[in-house]
C-alpha cells in the first residue's frame, strides 16, 4: 500500500478519535436537568440526586422564609436551575416551595 495514503488514514483516525472524545467527556460532564414542579419536594431531591446534584436549601415560595421540616408536606413550584437546562454534575440545585396547605 501506498506510505502516504497509509498516514492520512492514521492521522484521519486519530482526528475522528478526537473529536468522539471530546463530545464524549463534554456529554459526561453535562446533564440535563428533569423537570420536578408539581412534584412533592421529597420526591423531587430523590431525583436530583440520582442525577448527581446536590441539593441547595429550597426557598419558600410564599416568602415567609419557611423551612422544610417534614419535607413530603411540601410541593415545588419553581426550579433553579430551569428544567432542560445542560448543567455539570454534582452542581447544587434549588427548589421553590410551598405548603400543601397554602
Do not use: E, H
Amino acid at each position: 500500500m501506498n506510505k502516504k495514503f497509509l498516514i492520512a488514514a492514521a492521522a484521519l483516525t486519530l482526528v475522528g478519535s478526537t473529536l468522539s472524545f471530546g463530545q464524549t467527556a463534554q456529554a459526561a460532564t453535562c446533564v440535563k436537568v428533569k423537570s420536578v414542579i408539581g412534584k412533592n419536594y421529597q420526591t423531587a431531591q430523590d431525583i436530583w440526586r440520582a442525577q448527581g446534584f446536590a441539593v441547595l436549601p429550597a426557598k419558600d415560595g410564599t416568602g415567609r422564609g419557611r423551612s422544610a421540616w417534614i419535607d413530603s408536606n411540601w410541593f415545588v413550584t419553581g426550579q433553579t436551575p430551569k428544567a432542560g437546562s445542560c448543567v455539570k454534575k454534582y452542581s447544587g440545585v434549588r427548589a421553590t416551595i410551598l405548603k400543601y396547605t397554602d
